[in-house]
């Protein structure tokens, strides 16, 4: 009976662990390269709907009218990828960015306003982050996350050159907007990296079948010590 009751222990014990651990998550990482989820974007491509299989869409101009770092927002936001030794500005140090990227210095160039785009995640998500280059105004370059119509919160740049913007949640959310520096400055952005992971508090399929299991063992030694 002792041994019995150790082995329910031991099975009650790693249950509740199993419970109360989050499931592991494999961010989804977009380089614009042949690694990444899509096989890579090539340079001229303009990025929209390639990535929605991996739970994430892309559209310019998330703002309008007056309110930008410097003046209006841009209705004409660039959304091509480019070489990031190609057709970019100085890019600065230290060097976070590499192969193709996004947003055109030619682009940039023909844009009306202060630049701005959206990232609209399926199912919502609980990390984000992007590396930045070619930043001049660092406080101009920000990332806001929202739920909805809610900010939930907003990440700024705080040097020149290149750096990477991170945000986290433990409540999930389903929209970035990128700032993208201001009218008069490029910013490139590489390797856009997004997590989903699973709320700590719901069990996986295993971890239901070890609880029914050592429940059903308890159940069997209770029923034996009232005989």
Known sequence: MTSFKSVLV???????????????????????????????LGVG??????????????????????????????????????????DVGGLGSPSLVSGNMLRAFSGWLDENG????????????NSFSADFAGVSTPADVRVLAYQGATLLGTVVGSTIGQFNLAFASSVQFDRIVIILGSFSDWVGIDNIT????????VPEPATMA???????GMAFARRRRVR
């Open 10 to 40: 031991s099975l009650f014990l790693a249950t509740s662990a199993l419970v109360g651990a989050p499931a592991s998550a494999v961010p989804t990482v977009i380089t614009f390269d042949a690694g990444d989820p899509v096989g890579g």
């Open 45 to 86: 491509a303009v990025l929209g709907s390639q990535y929605a299989g991996y739970g994430v869409t892309f559209a310019p101009n998330a703002f309008t009218g007056s309110g930008g770092p410097t003046g209006n927002w841009a209705t004409n936001t660039t959304m091509s990828v480019v070489s990031s030794s190609g």
């Open 114 to 125: 202060d630049p701005s785009f959206s990232a609209f995640f399926s199912g919502g998500i």
């Open 194 to 201: 997004f997590d989903r992971s699973a709320p700590a508090d």
């Open 210 to 216: 070890i609880m029914s299991l050592g429940l059903t």
